[in-house]
C-alpha cells in the first residue's frame, strides 16, 4: 500500500491480475504468492526497525466488563445483513445510501459501549467490520459505473 510497512493481500489487494470480475476464491493462488513476497520483504527490513518501547498499558479506569454479549452477536449481525441487503453484487445509489444510514446507527451505538466497557474480541471485532463496511460502501458511493461484477443498477451501460 502507499503506507509504510502495511500491506493488503488476498480479497484487499488490487493487483489487476483477475480483473473486475473475479468472484469467490480464484484468488487463493495469488494470496500465496503476495504473502510469501510481503513475508519476505517484511524480514528484509527486520533489522532495521525500530520498534514502539513503552507503550503505556490501557487505562480501564471508568469502564465495566460488558454485560451486552447479545447486543454484539446482534449488531454483527446486522453488519452482515447491511452489507447483504445493500451492498451486493447488485446495488443501486438508494441501497447505498441506506447502507450508510443504517451503519451510522451501529457506529454510534458501538462506539458508546466501546467507550463505557473494557475492550473484548468480540467488541474489537464488531469495530472493525463497521469500519470495513464503511469503507466499502463509501468506495461504493463514489464509483458511478457499473464495472465487472459490481454492477449498479443506477449505472448500468458505463
Request: hydrophobic content about 35%; glycine content about 6%; overall charge neutral.
Amino acid at each position: 500500500t502507499s503506507i509504510k510497512r502495511l500491506y493488503a493481500l488476498g480479497e484487499t489487494s488490487c493487483t489487476g491480475l483477475h480483473g473486475a470480475n473475479r468472484l469467490a476464491s480464484n484468488s487463493l493462488i495469488e494470496a500465496v504468492v503476495y504473502a510469501d513476497q510481503a513475508a519476505r520483504h517484511t524480514a528484509s527490513l527486520i533489522d532495521r526497525t525500530d520498534f514502539q518501547e513503552g507503550i503505556p498499558d490501557w487505562d480501564f479506569e471508568g469502564t465495566q466488563h460488558t454485560e451486552e454479549m447479545l447486543m454484539l452477536i446482534q449488531s454483527k449481525r446486522e453488519v452482515q445483513s447491511i452489507m447483504s441487503n445493500y451492498v451486493g453484487i447488485v446495488r443501486s445509489n438508494l441501497s447505498l445510501k441506506r447502507a450508510m444510514r443504517r451503519l451510522s446507527i451501529l457506529f454510534e451505538e458501538t462506539e458508546e459501549l466501546y467507550n463505557k466497557t473494557k475492550p473484548n474480541r468480540e467488541l474489537c471485532e464488531l469495530r472493525n467490520m463497521i469500519a470495513v463496511a464503511y469503507l466499502v460502501i463509501k468506495q461504493g458511493r463514489e464509483i458511478k459505473e457499473s464495472v465487472g461484477c459490481h454492477y449498479n443498477i443506477d449505472y448500468p451501460k458505463q
